[in-house]
Structure formats: structure tokens, C-alpha cells
């Protein structure tokens, strides 16, 4: 079976610049960062794996890549929007608090092995690789 999804431009453009990076791909799309957060926080219960992900403002482009030790925690802590108001100062928050948590998609970039690389340095990758 083959499913097909219509992806917002702005996700589009993102998965371009991936498309440009020196890994060429991403892990998983999450469309729909809002709806999808029930599969989100299923997929990663017991994960002790790191990531690094991007974060996608499906209505004006902008991108934001991230690392984390614990995503479930992280994803926790985006969709907890008293939390999101408390952290204003930082650019993914106050977007989020703006827009609304259906207006952006999150896209699992790597699965970091925490002994072997170290995730601030693969975040840095990241975020150099798509800008």
C-alpha cells in the first residue's frame, strides 16, 4: 500500500534544504505537530536515545533545529503551553505561543547514539548543514 500526503510548502522548502544536506534525509515527518502528538509521545515512551529534530512554521518557513536526551520530555515540555509562556525569551516558544502548536511540524532529523557522538556537536551540524 502506498499512502500519499500533500505537504505544506513551507514543509517542502525545509525537506529541500534536507534534500541538500550531506545525509540526505529525514528519519520522520510529523505533519501535523498538534494532531500527531499522541503518535509522538507513543513512538518515543521509552526512548533513551538522542535526537536531533527540526522544527517546521508551516506558515512562514522558519526553521528551527533542536537536540534532546530525553524527547519525550522535550515534546512534553513544547506542548505544555504555561511552560512555552515561562521560556518567552526563547525563539521556538514564543513562535509557538504565537502561531499555535498545529501551525508548525516536527521532522526527527537523527537518532544520536549518546556513547559514540556528542549531540551538541551533531545539533551544530544540523543547523549549519540546513542554513
Not at 5 to 19: E, G, H, P, Q, T
Not at 100 to 125: C, P, Q, Y
Amino acid at each position: 500500500m502506498v499512502s500519499f500526503i500533500l505537504l505544506n510548502k513551507n514543509i517542502l522548502n525545509a525537506l529541500d534544504r534536507l534534500r541538500a544536506s550531506p545525509t540526505n534525509k529525514a528519519l520522520k515527518i510529523y505533519e501535523n505537530f498538534y494532531k500527531d502528538r499522541k503518535d509522538l509521545y507513543k513512538e518515543f515512551k521509552e526512548d533513551k536515545t538522542g535526537y536531533i529534530y527540526m522544527i517546521v512554521n508551516k506558515l512562514n518557513g522558519k526553521c528551527y533545529v533542536g537536540s534532546s536526551r530525553s524527547i519525550k520530555t522535550r515534546l512534553y515540555n513544547y506542548f505544555n503551553l504555561a511552560l512555552a509562556a515561562a521560556q518567552k525569551g526563547r525563539p521556538i516558544s514564543s513562535a509557538i505561543i504565537k502561531y499555535g502548536l498545529v501551525n508548525f511540524a516536527f521532522i526527527v532529523l537523527e537518532k544520536v547514539d549518546l556513547n559514540v557522538h556528542n549531540l551538541e556537536e551533531r545539533e551544530t551540524f544540523w543547523a549549519h548543514a540546513l542554513n
